[in-house]
């Protein structure tokens, strides 16, 4: 049996999955919430296999941020997001957040099931065009010769920093030598860090002397 939370900041939406997808003999709704704090609460409490959740729910958490959250706190969690949205810079931050699938709300209804059934095995779920946009990102990213994350997507002030991190600086030298405290210097590293997926000082390292950063002054 999947259990699912559906999340959605609409009633009427939550009422109408509901009732949709308890119909289904391998699926059951144990929970919903109608903003993002709510359904880290509910997800916590509940430990369902998928969360169902809404892209944008004013005001309040966005799924967005809930499914970062969600992701540090419950590795395990399957998050498909349920969205209007039809566009690739939606589409690609959802894939950064951690989610393991992204569905359109216009989607027939026997594709949002087959989707979140795939996501409870986990397996990744893309709506067809969705596939074909990710391709056409990843060809694009191979003919620049850029497959390391986004670099790009880096502020000056923490390429800066990621430039001294990776020449062997500590971080309060780091501080010392930019004039702000530990603490930012931690953040942008932290942000950085994020941004680009890495998890070590090493890769941190393989992918600022690939940059060019370590010709830095």
């Known amino acids: 049996m999947i259990r699912i939370v559906i999340v959605d900041d609409h009633v009427v939406v939550r009422s109408g999955l509901s009732?949709?997808?308890?119909?289904?003999?391998?699926?059951?709704?144990?929970?919903?919430?109608?903003?993002?704090?709510?359904?880290?609460?509910?997800?916590?409490?509940l430990r369902p296999d998928v969360v169902l959740m809404d892209f944008s729910m004013p005001p309040g958490k966005d799924g967005l941020t809930a499914t970062t959250e969600l992701k540090k706190k419950m590795p395990d969690v399957h998050v498909l997001i349920?969205?209007?949205?039809?566009?690739?810079?939606?589409?690609?931050?959802?894939?950064?957040?951690?989610?393991?699938?992204?569905?359109?709300?216009?989607?027939?209804?026997?594709?949002?099931?087959?989707?979140i059934r795939s996501v409870a095995e986990g397996s990744a779920y893309l709506y067809p065009s969705a596939t074909k946009k990710l391709m056409q990102e990843y060809s694009e990213m191979l003919r620049r010769g850029d497959?390391?994350?986004?670099?790009?997507?880096?502020?000056?002030?923490?390429?800066e920093i990621m430039a001294w991190i990776a020449k062997g600086?500590?971080?309060?030298?780091?501080?010392?030598?930019?004039?702000?405290?530990?603490?930012?210097?931690?953040?942008?590293?932290?942000?950085?860090?994020?941004k680009l997926g890495l998890k070590s000082r090493p890769e941190l390292v393989k992918l600022a002397m690939k940059k060019g950063l370590l010709s830095y002054d």
């Open 19 to 45: 009732a949709l997808l308890n119909g289904k003999h391998d699926i059951e709704v144990i929970g919903d919430a109608a903003d993002g704090d709510e359904a880290i609460t509910k997800t916590e409490e």
């Open 169 to 194: 600086y500590s971080n309060k030298e780091i501080a010392e030598h930019l004039v702000i405290s530990v603490k930012t210097v931690e953040s942008h590293k932290s942000n950085l860090m994020d």
């Open 82 to 115: 349920l969205t209007m949205h039809d566009d690739e810079e939606y589409l690609f931050r959802a894939i950064q957040a951690g989610a393991s699938g992204y569905i359109l709300k216009s989607a027939p209804y026997e594709e949002l099931i087959t989707a």
């Open 147 to 159: 497959t390391d994350g986004p670099f790009e997507s880096l502020s000056e002030r923490e390429k």
